[in-house]
């Protein structure tokens, strides 16, 4: 309530609660959210921003705002309906219903759900997948991905022949990839 009652410092909260979720969806790492219980309002909106979000099956996910009169105020009624559809999310944020883990998997809001006991060694096995791959060429990945957030779809694809390219060009993990594919081994990529 004292956030409410001072308008500056609100719109502080929010400023950097916006800041610290576009902060996470533009870095060049990887952010998973792992959920493990129950993820609403401004949980959701976390994950929203992180690029994978895997769950335990006992979990539950929404926006759930309006359950008590408040609105999506640090990006969940932008990414919301970007990531579920328009119709979705304006179910999910009307009704404030929390869906379970394997529905909240169906509509796209998790790549994958773990039985509850196997969720820490899930998301350790995604990591360790993760670290054998490229890191520039994830965190290209992840920019070439968020393209499609923040242009439409003739110009994204225009700026991926460039930066495809330039990857592809200036890159040794690039190279590298394709000589351990010849080579039937695993590529040895740049840690720096």
């Known amino acids: 309530m004292g956030l409410y009652k001072s308008p500056e410092r609100f719109q ?18 990887i952010y998973i ?4 219980g129950v993820c609403v309002a ?6 929203l921003a992180c690029d ?11 926006d759930g705002h309006l359950n008590f009169g408040q609105l999506p105020g640090a990006g969940g009624s932008q990414r919301l309906p970007r990531a ?3 119709q979705m999310a304006k179910y999910l944020m009307l009704t404030g219903e929390l869906l379970p883990a394997a529905e909240a998997h169906r509509i796209g809001l998790l790549c994958r759900v773990f039985p509850a006991a196997e969720l820490d060694g899930g998301v350790d096995a995604l990591v360790d997948g993760l670290l054998e ?5 994830m965190a290209t990945a992840k920019r070439l991905a968020n393209l499609t957030l ?9 700026q991926e022949i460039r930066i495809v390219h330039d990857y592809a060009t200036t890159h040794p993990d690039a190279a590298e990839g394709l000589i351990a594919f010849k080579e039937k081994r695993k590529p040895d990529y740049d840690k720096g």
């Open 12 to 29: 502080d909260f929010l400023s950097k609660f916006h800041d610290l979720l576009d902060t996470i969806e533009a870095s060049p790492k």
């Open 33 to 36: 959210a792992a959920i493990n």
């Open 42 to 47: 401004g949980g959701l909106e976390l994950l």
């Open 52 to 62: 994978l979000a895997v769950a335990a099956d006992t979990a539950s996910i929404g």
């Open 84 to 86: 579920v559809g328009l």
């Open 133 to 137: 791959k490229s890191r520039t060429g």
């Open 150 to 158: 923040k242009t439409d779809q003739a110009s994204g694809l225009k």
